[in-house]
């Protein structure tokens, strides 16, 4: 699904490198906690796979392409098949919840009739039934992740990679966040998400990948927040 090897990312000559020789392997079906220290290279790594930033050295390999040599034309449709989630939400704010969520389909040129049904029956599933009329101020912070969740899974995509989804909610909310990711997980789609939360990772222990400096330092199975812990 996710192969990294040596990937180096350095944004600017001089600079220390964001990530440095990475090597990486994330399996179909796999939840993985990316964890690390602020400036570690989370983000990096997932702007990486998503094909944001191009690697400085190494390959990488997403669904089955080299995201090395994508070529840039070919990036829109490569990332039909990834679903984003952001700590921000990244919600338009002048759209009603149904058209946040729907505008995912119509880019993609999805007919009519198609996102009339498959959006209110995404917003059932992450639990916001009822509220597409709703605006995102009328929303509180967790039913604006889930917006978010349900527009990342629309197109239903094989990989969703996640930024600190809980980094602006609660602890309650978070966990409901959570829960909600891991049943997409249960449903098939593979998960990388990127996180601070030591509650959750250390709830729920999955895989856990540790950065510092750019380097993996840890890559473990039901792994905690901490080494040893
Ligand atoms: N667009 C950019 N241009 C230059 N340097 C960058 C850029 N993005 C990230 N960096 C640098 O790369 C390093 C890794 O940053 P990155 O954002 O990947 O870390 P992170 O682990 O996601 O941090 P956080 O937990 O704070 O989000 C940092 O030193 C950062 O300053």
Not at 31 to 51: H, M, P, Q
Not at 68 to 96: A, C, M, Y
Request: aromatic share 4%; proline share 3%.
């Amino acid at each position: 699904m996710i192969s990294l090897e040596n990937v180096t990312k350095i944004y600017q000559r001089g600079a220390a490198p964001a990530l440095d020789s990475c090597t990486l392997n994330i399996g179909a079906g796999e939840f993985v906690f990316l964890v690390g220290s602020s400036g570690s290279g989370k983000s990096t790594l997932l702007s990486l796979i998503l094909r944001e930033e191009r690697v400085t050295s190494g390959t990488i390999h997403v669904l089955g392409k080299d995201v090395s040599k994508l070529s840039r034309w070919r990036v829109p449709h490569f990332r039909r098949n990834i679903g984003t989630v952001f700590q921000d939400f990244k919600l338009l704010e002048n759209k009603s919840v149904f058209d946040n969520v729907a505008i995912a389909m119509q880019v993609i040129g999805k007919p009519r009739h198609l996102i009339l049904t498959e959006v209110p029956r995404v917003l059932e599933t992450v639990g916001l039934g009822g509220k597409e009329r709703r605006m995102p101020h009328e929303l509180s912070g967790g039913e604006m992740q889930r917006v978010a969740i349900a527009r990342a899974m629309i197109n239903r995509p094989k990989l969703l990679l996640a930024d600190e989804p809980t980094g602006n909610l609660d602890p309650r909310t978070s966990l409901g966040i959570m829960r909600l990711l891991d049943q997409i997980n249960r449903n098939g789609t593979t998960v990388v998400m990127a996180t601070h939360d030591h509650e959750i990772v250390n709830q729920v222990r999955n895989r856990v990948v540790e950065l510092e400096e750019g380097k993996v330092i840890r890559d473990q199975e039901h792994g905690s927040y901490g080494a040893g812990r």
